[in-house]
């Protein structure tokens, strides 16, 4: 079953061409978590686009982690703390970014790919993949936990494939 999901932009998970994308859930019908896991995927990639680090935040899980893509961050952050401070590196750079960029010219936007959402009672794993199929991708996996306040994000995995 094919789900549609409206995503906005995001500069650093991965950028590519507008448009919306699609959720495959495996297993029959799309769940009620499904549906609401899905609905956090699009309040982070929301909150990422539009650089609200409140509405960012609040998609985390209490202890999160993170494999960021870049090379310049191979270790593992750990924590509220790490966690946050690599993504503000990451919002100060895209405010600097959308700063320089000419008024005229529209902010980017994503299109994941193969997305799937699989639910494990608690836990939920999402793939996707970002950018265009002949080139560079940026591959992310994102480890979902159902806390007292809804699905919240515990882990993501962020790795580059192909091209140069």
Excluded: C
Aim: a positive charge; aromatic letters at 8%.
């Amino acid at each position: 079953m094919r789900m549609s999901l409206s995503v906005g932009a995001l500069l650093v998970i991965g950028v590519t061409a507008p448009g919306a994308a699609g959720a495959q859930l495996p297993g029959g019908p799309a769940s009620a978590d499904s549906a609401q896991v899905a609905e956090v995927l699009q309040q982070f990639l929301h909150a990422f686009v539009t650089l609200d680090w409140d509405a960012f935040r609040a998609t985390w899980a209490q202890h999160p982690s993170v494999f960021f893509p870049m090379n310049s961050t191979p270790d593992l952050a750990d924590g509220r703390s790490e966690v946050d401070a690599g993504f503000q590196r990451i919002f100060a750079r895209a405010r600097a970014a959308r700063a320089r960029r000419p008024a005229d010219r529209p902010p980017p936007t994503i299109r994941p790919r193969d997305l799937r959402i699989t639910v494990y009672g608690t836990a939920a794993l999402v793939t996707f993949v970002l950018g265009p199929p002949n080139g560079r991708i940026g591959r992310r996996t994102l480890l979902l936990v159902k806390e007292e306040s809804g699905w919240k994000i515990a882990h993501l995995h962020g790795s580059m494939a192909g091209g140069t």
